[in-house]
């Protein structure tokens, strides 16, 4: 079992940056790959940025590559996404989720959820 609680989010203007974090307690941290995800009012849930239990593999929605950086500190059991050239568009509600496996998921099957963090982007 795994429990993950988000920091980071609030209000910054277009163009800023954020830095999100996930502490993540619970057992065996390196046995999960980690993954930051997004929902927007009326949107579906999307997958940003994944990172494998090492770090060593990374993956990037279009719409954040160049802009999101997604790492992993494995003795702090934390993961982090630093989000830099914000735009209006990227104001959502941010989840961080991790799944156990030595892969990389690139899709919605991650088994543990935090309750997310709030992102908003003013114009």
């Known amino acids: 079992q795994v429990q993950l609680v988000e920091s980071g989010g609030g209000l910054v203007q277009a163009g800023g940056s954020l830095r999100l974090s996930c502490a993540a307690s619970?057992?065996?941290?390196?046995?999960?790959?980690m993954g930051w995800f997004r929902q927007a009012p009326g949107k579906e849930r999307e997958l940003l940025a994944a990172?494998?239990?090492?770090?060593?593999?990374?993956y990037y929605v279009d719409s954040v590559q160049g802009r999101f950086t997604i790492s992993r500190d494995n003795v702090k059991n934390t993961v982090f996404l630093q989000m830099n050239s914000l735009k209006p568009e990227d104001t959502a509600l941010y989840y961080c989720?991790?799944?156990?496996?030595?892969?990389?998921?690139?899709?919605?099957?991650?088994?543990?959820w935090g309750q997310g963090t709030q992102v908003t982007v003013s114009s």
């Open positions: 989720a991790a799944k156990r496996t030595y892969g990389l998921p690139t899709r919605g099957e991650y088994d543990y």
């Open positions: 619970g057992r065996a941290f390196t046995f999960y790959a």
């Open positions: 990172i494998s239990w090492n770090g060593g593999s990374t």
